[in-house]
């Protein structure tokens, strides 16, 4: 295939998977060895799509200590009793069995960049061509007084990482009396999916509303304002559960009181509830932050976003939550997934010699639950800009619901479903 070809192919893929075959490299001879760390939103797909762009001819080695890809888009339903944890989980399988990647069920604990090799605490040492990090986040326990210690007790939960905690959290408000106050603490931006707090903030709400109507929901948010779809939610809020969410803008957590179930604030009043959903600031995967490629404020790795090569590391890509984002850029299991196609096509075309996509377009879209069925959803599309070097929204593109709807609802579950499988199907 001609390079010019390839080049306006694999731009075009982006956010398809048809015509993979066509497009594919047919370099039998290329034995180049990627690793991938995290098989997750970005590191599975990245994984996945090294090996159908390159043909099967790259090897790729997916690292990962989970038995199953569990997805937090849409895990607020199951906090809030909508849905149960089973329906947002996938096995691997289809990873090892149609794509062949040698899926390595372990945790990396070393990378050494210069020996070019990953080494994971079980003791295997792998070597790579290139390697692909997509760790996900990292929660600053530390930065709140006590919230170890209350995580510890089992008094506290986060469920910012889809698992066994989304379905706790469920848990410990269906155990709560009728009556019970529930407190949901927001982290300053920027975290893992904007909107995420605030959806969550309408699933505990459709639940106390259906389930334990003289019960309410404190969400104290360290920010100023409603980080993402402000409005939308302002007015699901008041339409829809009024009485139930008392909402407090510019309130931070500095530290929690497991044994009396307390927080404490910067300036307000100590705050005493039956549930505490504490949500600390979060940054970069540890693994990312200790191999020292966390070059911005020690806290996200900085990348070249035509091929998302860290700019601390040749031949290491970031690419998902870890990163310092491009101008509204949210961090998104959306982006993670795109971020990671545009990887993996520089990776592939890197690796045989080809250059590489120089104006890559991703897109995002996020829905967001109100109730059990009513949806709104933010969409942008971010084009590569040579000039500034960075991905800048395409002005005119994207946008917000109007209002909640239940077509939307229908929606999220379309885009879910097909995530899921260009991820991990
Ligand atoms: C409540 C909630 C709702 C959300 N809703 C949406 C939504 O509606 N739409 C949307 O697009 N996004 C949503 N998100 C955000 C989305 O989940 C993240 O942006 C996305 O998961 C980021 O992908 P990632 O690959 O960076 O991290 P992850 O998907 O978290 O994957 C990281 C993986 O790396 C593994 N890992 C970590 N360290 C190592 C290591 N050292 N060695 C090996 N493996 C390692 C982890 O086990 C994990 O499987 C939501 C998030 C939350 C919390």
């Known amino acids: 295939m001609n390079r010019r070809l390839f080049l306006g192919q694999s731009a075009a893929l982006l956010g398809t998977t048809a015509g993979i075959n066509k497009l594919a490299l047919a370099s039998s001879s290329n034995k180049a060895q990627v690793v991938v760390v995290g098989a997750g939103y970005g590191g599975a797909t990245a994984a996945k799509y090294v090996r159908m762009l390159s043909n099967n001819s790259i090897s790729v080695t997916l690292i990962e200590p989970n038995d199953n890809f569990i997805s937090c888009p849409l895990s607020n339903l199951v906090v809030g009793g909508e849905e149960k944890i089973g329906a947002l989980t996938t096995s691997y399988d289809g990873l090892t069995d149609k794509y062949g990647i040698n899926m390595v069920k372990d945790m990396v604990s070393k990378i050494d960049t210069q020996k ?15 390697l692909v990090l997509s760790p996900g986040i990292n929660m600053y326990m530390d930065s709140i007084e006590g919230l170890a210690q209350a995580n510890a007790d089992g008094v506290t939960l986060q469920a910012w ?8 959290l469920h848990k410990q408000i269906a155990d709560m009396p009728d009556g019970g106050v529930v407190a949901l603490s927001i982290p300053l931006a920027p975290y893992r999916c904007p909107p995420g707090p605030y959806e969550r903030t309408c ?21 100023a304002n409603i980080v993402s779809k402000g409005g939308l939610f302002s007015k699901a809020w008041a339409d829809l559960y009024e009485g139930y969410i008392d909402y407090r803008p510019d309130n931070k957590v500095v530290a929690v009181d497991g044994k009396t179930r307390t927080l404490k604030f910067e300036f307000s009043d100590d705050f005493k509830a039956d549930v505490l959903n504490v949500i600390p600031t979060m940054g970069a995967g540890n693994i990312v932050v200790d191999t020292g490629l966390a070059n911005m404020n020690n806290r996200w790795a900085e990348v070249d976003f035509l091929n ?48 590489i996509n120089p104006q890559p377009v991703v897109t995002n879209t996020c829905y967001s639950f109100v109730n059990d069925r009513d949806v709104v959803h933010v969409a942008s599309v971010h084009q590569y800009d040579p000039t500034e070097k960075t991905f800048l929204p395409v002005k005119g593109a994207g946008g917000l619901s109007a209002e909640p709807n239940r077509i939307e609802g229908i929606y999220a579950w379309g885009w879910a479903k097909n995530i899921w499988n260009d991820t991990v199907g």
């Open 116 to 130: 070019k090799t990953v080494t994971t605490a079980g003791g295997s040492t792998i070597a790579y061509d290139k």
């Open 161 to 168: 990482k889809a698992g066994p905690e989304t379905v706790a």
């Open 203 to 223: 699933q505990i709400a459709n639940y106390l509303k259906n389930n334990k109507p003289k019960s309410k929901l404190v969400v104290f948010d360290s920010n």
């Open 308 to 355: 998302f090569e860290s700019t601390q590391a040749k031949d290491v890509h970031i690419v998902g939550d870890s990163i310092q984002v491009a101008p509204r850029m949210p961090k998104s299991g959306h982006m993670a997934n795109q971020q990671a196609k545009v990887a993996a096509a520089a990776i592939v075309s890197e690796l045989n010699d080809f250059p």
